[in-house]
């Protein structure tokens, strides 16, 4: 896809969730361990908990579990019993469940200080709008693509309704690349960490521990995904 088209339909997505996952909400109590999240780009119930984790300024190991692929789809049958996403596992309180609305209500009860604000509600219209953010993206990220397993996570520097972000997340979904997702959400308290590590302000931000890379810019960091992973 053309660059600009590319950008263009990635804000699409932005635009369809009227900016949910821009900025950090109401962030509670902070979890010792990392969470995971076992999710798909391309999901619209993925989305939303994507968008509560920027929302609650939490981070988390992401599992991608495109269609097709088998490395963590097949993780998420033996722990819950069944090929659904996202699932959520929490190793702080030994939870892990499914069904969106369940894992957000959690998400605020255990990490926030309020109710979920109204674009991440139980209810039609949500999870109507959260896939109309993926019809614009005609479902890119969302299958598997055959890639080497990385040694160790990668990790990705992101909030989740910037449309740069999205289209590196789609790169690291269809490959399958587990990376630990660090949200820096307009008013994170944590950009300032992030500013001194990186240098700038700006997301996408990925590093790969497994080669010593560390980059900005969407476009450069598919190029590269795709050069030292896919097969
Ligand atoms: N009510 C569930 C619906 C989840 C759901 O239907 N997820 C789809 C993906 S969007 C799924 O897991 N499909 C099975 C698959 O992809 O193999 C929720 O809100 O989490």
Known sequence: MIRALDVATSLGATLARLGSGVSVGSPGRRPQQELQVYEFEGCPYCRKVREA????????????????????????????GK???????????GKEMYESDEIVAYLFQEYGTGAPPALLRRGPLNDVTAGLASVWRFSRGARYRPARAPEQPLELYSFESSPFCRIARE???????????????????????????????????????NTGTAMFESADIVRYLEKTYAR
Do not use: I, W
């Open 53 to 80: 984790l920027t929302v609650l300024d939490l981070d988390a190991l992401v599992l991608p579990c495109p269609k097709g692929g088998s490395r963590y789809r097949d993780e998420v049958v033996s722990r819950g």
């Open 83 to 93: 090929a659904q996403f996202p699932y959520l596992v929490d190793p702080n309180t």
């Open 171 to 209: 790169a690291l979904c269809s490959l399958e690349l587990p990376y630990h997702l660090h949200n820096v959400g307009k008013g994170s308290p944590r950009r300032a960490a992030f500013t001194e590590r990186s240098g700038r302000m700006m997301v996408p931000y990925l590093v790969d521990p």
